[in-house]
């Protein structure tokens, strides 16, 4: 999910009255980041709140195990709590707990899964699936979530959803999460992970929310000065492309049914507060709404995740506190630039639960009472393994520095004042202090690390990334 796909952040299309009250009635942060912007990265720094240079998970790459010794479910549970999943986990083993006393599982879109770790030589995914196995023996066994015929990265086409709207993934993992506070241990306090497959493709909203936004004019995406330079404007006609100018009557559908799943999401948020409610543990009880990484969606005729851009690495981020007791600012808006690697030390730190030696993150407990009186970091650094697109970035939240580590291409954007990121400053005379000053930054952030980026002092490009560093292989 983008970054400023809510409403409360003043969105022009997008309607989300459920997280908008949240956030109201919260803390809302304004510059939220997935430092490596894909589904496994941005969740190792979730479990573990490592940076990625410690999880060592730099890019994506399936298939490789998931052996932390500490992780966000594990030390709430050490610390008494009953643990719980339902939604996605993307780790591997599939089924591997990683921490939590239990999983209910939807993954997404792997229909078959070959798993090493498996008895089985060739296990299907609905052996691993929870959903998949409730959705056939619910609607029938001939069904299948492949149905529609829409691949898991189809960014740029749409169907709405075919079944009845309670059999969406959406509302299986709500339906699931309110079992879950019918039967966990009432003795313990809890932690739910509450995690939704959409808005990530495939573009599948029940009709009802696909008819709220299909005839919606939608404003044009942003395309920066630097777009040709860069290699635009070449035209697609694959669902799945990363790249190109996509007929605007199809991407208007897509942004349409993208849209649409947030609404539907929100609205199934809206359930489960409503549970937490029924069951009387939502004033005691602290929720955090985030996203792993956010979405393209035709910004410089980009698409999908893995860049450095605003649309594919910032990411939506409140926290709410019902009960009062943490010291909230309610309604507080923060604009210091954090990242997911704090989510894990920020709930150990309301719990009342010791935070690893091996955590990077900082809890944002003090920035939500606005007690850190300017002693917030400076900056993150943030990367991904891509290809010929492989890509550093480093940013405050105000200015942002992009290095592209095959090509040498360097960018640079202020941030405040050209928040869609259209005009490369790098490009223009006078600039050369501000550049030099991240480039040093990202130096040091580079230097040492195995893939040659660093060599006396300066940035090397050419050098072959890897989605994964040796120490985790």
């Given amino acids: 999910m983008r970054w400023d796909c809510l409403s409360v952040m003043d969105h022009p299309i997008v309607e989300t009255p459920n997280l908008d009250s949240l956030a ?22 979730i479990f573990t709140g490592m940076s990625q ?168 995406p942003p395309v920066g000065d630097w777009v040709e330079r860069m290699g635009g404007g070449s035209g697609s006609s694959d669902p799945t492309t990363i790249f190109g100018e996509v007929p605007a009557r199809r991407l208007n559908r897509a942004r349409a049914a993208y849209y649409a799943l947030i609404t539907h999401i929100d609205d199934q948020i809206g359930r489960l507060l409503n549970a937490l409610q029924e ?20 910004d410089h005729h980009f698409y999908r995740k893995a860049l450095p851009y605003e649309g594919s690495a910032k990411i939506p981020f409140l926290v709410y506190d019902p009960s009062g007791s943490l010291g909230f600012r309610k309604g507080a808006v923060v604009d210091e630039v954090v990242e997911l690697r704090d989510i894990m030390p920020t709930l150990l730190d309301a719990a009342g639960a010791p935070v690893p030696e091996s955590v990077d993150g900082s809890s944002l407990l003090p920035l939500c009472r606005k007690e850190t009186a300017g002693r917030w970091r400076e900056y993150i650094h943030g990367e991904h393994a891509f290809g010929a697109l492989s890509n550093h970035y480093v940013t405050n939240g105000r200015e942002k520095y992009i290095w592209y580590s095959q090509s040498g291409e360097e960018q640079l954007f202020d941030l405040s004042s050209d928040p869609q990121e259209l005009v490369n400053l790098a490009a223009q005379p006078g600039r050369e202090e501000r550049i030099a000053l991240w480039r040093e930054r990202l130096i040091g952030e580079l230097d040492g690390r195995e893939e040659g980026y660093v060599d006396q002092g300066r940035l090397i490009a050419g050098r072959t990334p890897q989605a994964c560093l040796i120490h985790i292989l």
């Avoid at 004033?283 to 969606?297: K, P, Q, V, Y």
């Fill in 24 to 45: 109201r009635s919260g803390v809302l942060f304004r510059s939220a980041y997935a430092a490596t912007p894909t589904c496994i990265p941005a969740r190792a720094a």
């Fill in 53 to 220: 240079r410690s999880h060592g998970r730099v890019g994506y790459q399936d298939r490789v195990p998931w052996n932390y010794e500490h992780t966000l479910p594990g030390e709430l549970a050490k610390a008494g709590y009953h643990t719980q999943c339902v939604g996605k986990m993307h780790v591997y083993p599939t089924r591997s707990l990683c921490g939590f006393h239990n999983v209910v599982l939807h993954d997404g879109y792997f229909h078959y899964y070959r798993d090493k770790h498996s008895t089985l030589a060739n296990q299907q995914f609905d052996e691993c699936d929870d959903y998949l196995r409730w959705l056939r023996e619910t609607a029938g066994a001939h069904h299948d979530i492949t149905d529609l015929g829409l691949d898991c990265n189809a960014s740029t086409v749409t169907r709405p959803w075919h079944l009845p709207e309670h059999m969406h993934p959406t509302n299986w993992t709500v339906s699931q999460s309110i079992d879950f506070l019918r039967r966990r241990d009432p003795g313990k306090p809890f932690f739910l992970w509450t995690s939704f497959v959409r808005p990530h493709s495939p573009l599948d909203p029940p009709q009802a929310y696909f008819d709220m936004y299909k005839d919606l004019e939608m404003p044009d």
């Fill in 279 to 298: 069951y009387g543990v939502l004033r005691n009880t602290l929720i955090a709404f985030t996203s792993d990484h956010g979405e393209m969606i035709g």
